[in-house]
């Protein structure tokens, strides 16, 4: 049984101490010709037992080669790990897909994505693609959010106002998450590239009333648990989703970019807060997954979003699903 809380050695106090188709989902071998950049459709649905699941495509981050985008580790290395996945080397490709659950009647967001001219200007097809999927705004009651970064949370406000986009949704997010960023006294604490973002986020998450901190382990629906998984964000959190005859986990940043992360899990990216903890939570996870044999999704991986991982010694080989 799935059970992060139990076999995780890091919790959510270490971490506060610290800091569109539908059809059959197809593996694809690893080795195969460069993936497209961009999907040739916005959604994409598929079941994992009783559970039905949108992915919607929100855009791709074409970021440019940056030596500091995985510490101690070379441009050339990086590229040498995007080549080898199938990936395009002329940038390091980031896409975003916000994932949409159907089950016991509900509508849940996994996240709310970036928000339209907000993050990336190749990532402002969320709301066109959602329109799409059939999903409604409106329709949404629950969004579980994984941690307060840009590209994760943005697509809670709107542009230049900063007025809710859901004001009437619940927002459910790991409590460590949601105290470490709107502490009076985070903002002087943060390196200046990070203000911005947690200006806005103090200015405004503390005034809505559908906020919903829990703690880590807490059932926030039927069959959905949050889990800690800690160092990319202080209360970074993934959802555990018991689907009957399978089960989902919504992995959001823990394995951000596999294609680099997969095969080198050891590397410490430039956006995780605390490297050690991220390396050490992502190791306890994939793991897991692996053992458990859960379905699982993450916000960064090739479209639609999921795959498979095996060990490979001490780290994984990662094959995206395609469609």
């Not at 699941?53 to 290395?77: C, E, L």
């Not at 986009?165 to 470490?180: K, M, S």
């Not at 555990?240 to 986990?249: K, P």
């Not at 596999?258 to 994939?286: C, E, F, N, S, V």
């Amino acid at each position: 049984m799935f059970n992060m809380t139990r076999r995780m050695v890091l919790g959510s106090a270490a971490a506060a101490a610290a800091f569109g188709i539908a059809g059959r989902l197809e593996f694809a071998p690893a080795a195969h010709a460069e993936t497209p950049v961009e999907p040739l459709v916005g959604f994409y649905k598929y079941k994992v037992g009783s559970l039905e699941v949108t992915a919607v495509y929100d855009g791709i981050w074409r970021k440019p080669h940056d030596p500091a985008f995985i510490k101690d580790v070379s441009v050339d290395d990086t590229k040498a790990a995007l080549a080898k996945a199938g990936l395009t080397t002329d940038f390091m490709p980031i896409p975003l897909t916000v994932v949409v659950l159907q089950m016991n009647g509900r509508i849940i967001m996994m996240d709310a994505g970036s928000g339209v001219g907000q993050w990336q200007a190749n990532a402002t097809h969320l709301p066109a693609n959602m329109k799409a999927a059939g999903i409604d705004y409106k329709a949404i009651d629950t969004i579980m959010i994984s941690h307060f970064h840009p590209d994760h949370v943005w697509g809670l406000m709107e542009k230049g106002t900063n007025a809710p986009v859901f004001p009437n949704a619940e927002l459910i997010v790991n409590a460590t998450e949601y105290n470490w960023w709107t502490d009076p006294s985070r903002l002087a604490k943060l390196p200046e590239g990070r203000k911005p973002a947690g200006k806005r986020i103090a200015e405004n998450f503390p005034k809505w009333k559908n906020w919903k901190p829990v703690e880590d382990g807490t059932e926030v629906a039927p069959g959905i648990r949050i889990m800690a998984a800690p160092g990319h964000t202080p209360g970074h959190s993934v959802y555990h989703v018991d689907a009957g005859s399978e089960q989902f986990l919504v992995s959001a940043d823990t394995m951000y970019v596999p294609a680099l992360l997969a095969p080198h899990p050891g590397w410490q990216g430039a956006y995780d807060q605390d490297g050690p903890m991220a390396i050490a939570t992502r190791h306890k996870i994939i793991d897991q997954v692996i053992a458990d044999n859960v379905r699982i999704c993450g916000s960064h991986f090739p479209f639609p979003g999921t795959g498979s991982f095996v060990k490979d010694g001490n780290a994984y080989a990662f094959t995206p699903t395609q469609i």
